[in-house]
């Protein structure tokens, strides 16, 4: 009986701790993923280093193919099918895209709205053909009437992130 109660014990003790560690195989390739009582990491680990806000990711990637850069920013949206990308605010109250590098990783499939973000990776100005604005779109759970409302492609700033830390 001491043996059994000494156990529970050791096993009450062992999963009390605020961090955990969990490691899982993706599509391609493992994804760790680490949660603590202030913070959740995706994809690659990183170090909150040398951080940038969207404005100055924005003045960074003026005029240039693509930037590397760590960015802390608040997320407007998020995929509610995968979690395979997240909407941030920008400075001049637009949004960006980020997706994850080759699907390697994806954020919890829940309300993510207003939550602050720090990610590492590249920033880049693309086309956004009129499938893909949809594909989003639909992703988000926007009403057909506004999904069929999109009708041209757009140019805008997108991020690629090798890593995440949801706070």
Known sequence: M???????LAASLLFSCNQTDKVT?????IKNETTSAEKQTFGAA?????VINTSALQELA???????????AEIVESCQSKGCWMDVKLADKSTMKVTFRDYGFFLPVEDLKG????????????VISV????HYAK???KPENEIAAITAPKEELRFVADGVILK
């Open 131 to 134: 499938e893909d604005q949809r």
């Open 25 to 29: 195989q993706s599509a391609s390739g």
């Open 115 to 126: 939550r602050k973000i720090i990610f590492k990776g590249t920033a880049k100005r693309e």
């Open 2 to 8: 001491n043996k059994l109660l000494l156990t529970c």
């Open 46 to 50: 990183f170090t909150e280093e040398n």
């Open 139 to 141: 992703d988000a759970g």
């Open 62 to 72: 003026q005029g240039k193919d693509s930037v590397e850069a760590v960015v802390s």
